[in-house]
């Protein structure tokens, strides 16, 4: 194999997958009540299409924008029966929102799957119709509707389709196991973006931690036999490599100018979580209604890959499925322990974009007081997006957010670098989040009060006319 890709800066994290690399994902047991959250996606919200006390088919659409435009994406009940609440839960990004509440019930039965459709006979506006319809969406941890990364604005000259295997966070291996177990329909997933879109290369990356699964790859690659060249590119394991901007310019060598998507260098990345739902959509139309996911931890006693329904309370599962030791937690992450969320309690629903759930230890979390910046500058150097962390804090804690805007913070990926490398243990990943919401909410201001003060002025104009 050709030399190892790599982008520049990064971290090297401690990777701690050993205790479910290998393991297959297994099916869990048919949850009693699932929780689905109405919007599980990045765009204009959904509302609730159905009712409490509806009876509810598998694969069933439960909610839709009221108004479907491009950003939106319907949720579709993952298990048969009953609707028993439509009520505001916690939700795994920590914030409160609206959710249905299934409760199973025999004496509802069947699936509302949709007709199989040959992504290579039909047209682009069906093929986007059918991903759309199926609710699919970036599961890498994002949520981007995947119709519309597949649709980039007119002009833009798309070159490669990039399946994003890299899986860089610690703990977290459900990528690896839906590449051992189901590669053949992630490959199809990947020449139906090829079809869609016109492109004729595509590139696999994955992180060289993987490397024993690129002959599984290959052979899939060369048995679809499907029209275009896919090629697999090991890329040299560092943090945050599976970022989508990090590994275009891993495998290519172009970058995202800021600001832009992909699309402007070239370039449509999807997770291969997304690959493999895009290729089921087609293969036997099945809605985006269960996922995988890494659940482990040193916290937890049976840590294993699993295939979840959307809404899964892991909670609920039988308390030794999955052995939470709670005399030993210390904090519970959805996603992984770099970008993922702090929970307050085990409760929250299973999302479309959950790769993991991870219950951990005081020795494997990060909860030192905060210190005063000794100004070493290690969160510059390790700042993949080659950002200044540092004089990004300076400009917040000084409520100068346009300076901050001037030093790039929207174009931060909140990858946790800089946190982790700080050895006074400032939160700046925590403080950039925050700083995008405020600066967003100050340019608003902004614009508010210069429309505000245009239109006094020439109301004041005519009046003096």
């Given amino acids: 194999m050709a030399k190892k890709c790599t982008f520049k800066r990064g971290v090297h994290i401690p990777e701690r997958k050993e205790r479910t690399t290998g393991k297959p994902a297994e099916l869990v047991p048919t949850p009693k ?7 599980q996606h990045l765009g204009a919200p959904n509302k609730a299409i159905v009712a409490v006390g509806d009876a509810v088919k598998r694969g069933q659409v439960i909610a839709d924008a009221a108004s479907p435009g491009p950003m939106t994406v319907p949720v579709h009940a993952s298990i048969a029966g009953i609707v028993k609440k439509i ?12 959710c249905i509440i299934i409760e199973e019930d025999p004496s509802v039965s069947g699936d509302v799957f949709m ?6 006979s039909c047209s682009k506006e069906e093929a986007l119709k059918r991903i759309r319809d199926a609710g699919i969406v970036g599961m890498g941890g994002a949520g981007f509707p995947a119709h519309v990364k597949l649709n980039p604005p007119p002009g833009s000259k798309i070159d490669y389709i990039i399946a994003d295997g890299a899986e860089c966070e610690g703990y977290l291996t459900t990528d690896e196991a839906a590449i051992s177990a189901k590669i053949d329909v992630i ?9 869609i879109t016109g492109v004729k290369d595509a590139l696999f990356g994955m992180e060289d931690n993987k490397e024993f699964l690129v002959p599984k790859v290959e052979k899939a690659i060369t048995d679809g036999a499907y029209p275009g060249n896919i090629s697999v590119r090991l890329c040299k394991t560092l943090y945050p490599q599976g970022g989508e901007k990090l590994l275009i310019t891993a495998l290519t060598g172009r970058e995202v100018p800021s600001g832009a998507l992909p699309s402007a260098a070239g370039c449509i990345v999807q997770n291969v979580g997304s690959l ?7 293969t036997i139309g099945r809605p985006l209604i269960k996922r995988g996911l890494t659940v482990s931890g040193g916290a937890c006693g049976h840590p294993r890959n699993i295939v979840a329904p959307i809404g899964t309370i892991l909670a609920d599962l039988p308390p030794e499925y999955f052995d939470i030791q709670y005399d030993k937690l210390a904090k519970i992450i959805f996603g992984g322990p770099m970008m993922g969320t702090s929970v307050p309690h085990a409760r929250i629903p299973v999302q479309k ?3 993991g759930v991870n219950f951990l230890t005081l020795e494997e979390t990060y909860i030192d007081e905060e210190q005063y910046c000794i100004r070493c500058g290690r969160c510059i150097s390790n700042c993949s997006m080659r950002l200044f962390p540092v004089l990004m804090n300076n400009a917040l804690e000084a409520s100068a957010f346009e300076e901050a805007q001037s030093l790039g913070i929207m174009d931060c990926i909140e990858c946790g670098a800089c946190t982790l490398c700080c050895p006074a243990r400032i939160r700046l990943t925590q403080r950039f989040r925050v700083g995008k919401f405020n600066l967003r909410n100050y340019l608003a201001s902004k614009a508010a009060h210069e429309k505000a003060k245009a239109e006094a002025a020439k109301a004041l104009g005519e009046k003096n006319g």
């Fill in 87 to 98: 009520e505001v839960r916690t939700q795994s990004n920590n914030t409160e929102g609206p």
């Fill in 115 to 120: 007709e199989p459709l040959d992504p290579f």
């Fill in 187 to 195: 490959i199809k997933g990947i020449a139906i973006l090829m079809h």
């Fill in 276 to 282: 493999l739902a895009i290729g089921e959509a087609f």
């Fill in 353 to 355: 974009n959950t790769s």
């Fill in 33 to 39: 009540q699932v929780v689905i959250p109405v919007n």
